[in-house]
């Protein structure tokens, strides 16, 4: 016969605390909200940066010249990625499309913001965009204000 003793009796085990649980789906969930808020906050800035940098190129004289109006411009992030491997300045590549041709578009970001370096055409040439234009500027601006004339006194001359 088997005598039964209270060690012997079967306890339960008392019941695990919710709370901490909680804290760490909580802080999970933190977490993860902080980083799709920061990655939403990058990708507003690339687009920000994006729409700057396709105003530049369309602006810009020599590749009007040789591209004529542009018409497209995209990211070409398989370039992209190469000249990042080379090092250096923080460079986008542009696949721009014109009305006269095409080509590849280098602009170079930095803390002086956006400045165009190269224009690659078709046919591999290559075109410096930050040579120094000295010309007289086309666009100036003239302020139509009132203008004063002195007429002065009139002297008779003898």
């Known amino acids: 016969m088997s005598s039964y003793t209270p060690e012997d009796a079967f306890t339960p085990e008392p019941p695990k605390s ?28 690339s687009w920000m940066a994006y729409g700057d940098s396709v105003e530049t190129i369309k602006g810009n004289r020599v590749v009007q010249q040789n591209l004529g109006d542009v018409t497209t ?7 992209t990625g190469e000249l990042a491997e080379s090092g250096g300045q923080q460079q986008l590549v542009y696949r721009v499309e014109g009305t006269n041709g095409s080509g590849k578009v280098i602009v170079a970001t930095g803390p002086a913001g956006l400045e165009l370096k190269t224009l690659i055409l078709e046919d591999g040439t290559e075109i410096d965009l930050q040579v120094q234009d000295d010309r007289i500027p086309v666009e100036f601006e003239i302020d139509s204000g009132e203008l004063e004339i002195d007429t002065g006194d009139l002297v008779p001359q003898n």
């Open 18 to 45: 919710r709370t901490a649980i909680k804290i760490i789906i909580a802080v999970v969930l933190i977490g993860l909200g902080i980083i799709c808020c920061g990655c939403l906050g990058m990708i507003a800035v």
């Open 73 to 79: 411009a995209e990211i070409d992030l398989q370039a």
